[in-house]
Every structure is written in structure tokens, then in C-alpha cells.
């Protein structure tokens, strides 16, 4: 895999207006495949300008599955590093791979092993779907065991987030 690592941090706080600028301005060539790594895997999405990234959501931020989605840069890294994956093979470039991932807004089809966002990503700029995560999962078993663990923690915290938001909630209600 052929991936650029971006600096999206920013160290010195500033006003939403200000980081929605910010994260505009990144030079990224639009139809980018944009992947952050989070625990335990990577999450995919198409960088389609100024500042924002269409991206199959699903479990991504919640422990329910999301659809494809049009998102800010920020909210697509959530606080994780960002890296540019080269597909140099790619038959969808450029404002045809964004098309391409426009084209399938509003989708909620999400499926981790056939359907999910590096499979949506490379169906974007291949024509086809496949995610090299499953697949290595899949060859690999004890890498499947320890993606599948980090999953499995990530809902449980996700869970736990949101029971405690409820809460908060209904104390105040």
C-alpha cells in the first residue's frame, strides 16, 4: 500500500469559522482516497473539495451502521492521523471519482465483510468492490481475531458514551 501521511492537528485553538477554513485549505487532490487509521483498523472516504469526504459511515461513529455520507475532513478523521492512499491503478479520477461517491449519498447498505467504507472507496476508483482489511482478515485469522476484539471494544465504549449521554439527557429533562 502506497499511503502519504497528512498533519491535519492543529495546535493552537481556534474558532469553528476558522477551522472550517482550515480544513478547506489542505491540499488534497479532489477524488483522493483518504484513510485514518483508528483502533484496530482503517476507515476510508473520497475526498470531494473543499474540506469535506464522502464515506460509508457505518460503525465509524456509532455502534449502529451509518450510510454513505458527505462529511467535513474533520469529522471524517475524528481526532485520528490522515493519510493519502496512492491508487495508481485507479480507472475514476478526479472529479469522476466524486461523482462516482456522490452517486451513492443516502446508501445504507453498510456490511463489514462486503460492503463496507474501503469497499465503497475502491468501488469508487476501481469500478469494483473489494477492501484488502477483509481480505487480510480472511487469510490471516489471528489478525481477523484482533480487528474483531477492537471492534467488539470500540461498541462497548461507544455504548457506554451514550448511555452516559442519556443520562445527562434525562437529568436534564
Known amino acids: 500500500m502506497n499511503t502519504q501521511t497528512l498533519d491535519t492537528r492543529d ?10 477554513t482550515t480544513s ?4 488534497l487532490p479532489i477524488g483522493a482516497h483518504l484513510v485514518t ?8 472516504g473520497i ?3 473543499n474540506g ?8 465509524a461513529g456509532s455502534a449502529h451502521a451509518g450510510p454513505v455520507e458527505e462529511v467535513e475532513l474533520a469529522r471524517f478523521a475524528a481526532g485520528h492521523a490522515m493519510s493519502v492512499r496512492a491508487t495508481p491503478s485507479a480507472i475514476y479520477v478526479g472529479a469522476e471519482a466524486v461523482r462516482r461517491a456522490r ?3 443516502g446508501e445504507n447498505r453498510y456490511r463489514l465483510l462486503t460492503n463496507n467504507c474501503e469497499h465503497f472507496c475502491a468501488w469508487c476508483l476501481l469500478g469494483e468492490s473489494r477492501s484488502e482489511q477483509v481480505d487480510c482478515c480472511l487469510r490471516h485469522p489471528s489478525t481477523g481475531v484482533r480487528a474483531l476484539l477492537c471492534l467488539v471494544k470500540a461498541f462497548v465504549e461507544s455504548g457506554a458514551r451514550n448511555d452516559h449521554r442519556v443520562a445527562q439527557f434525562a437529568q436534564v429533562a
Open 52 to 59: 469535506r469526504v464522502v464515506h460509508y459511515s457505518g460503525f
Open 47 to 49: 475526498y470531494v473539495g
Open 11 to 20: 495546535d493552537e485553538p481556534q474558532s469553528a469559522a476558522a477551522c472550517d
Open 24 to 27: 478547506s485549505t489542505i491540499d
Open 103 to 105: 452517486s451513492r449519498l
Open 37 to 44: 487509521q483508528r483502533n484496530g483498523y482503517e476507515h476510508h
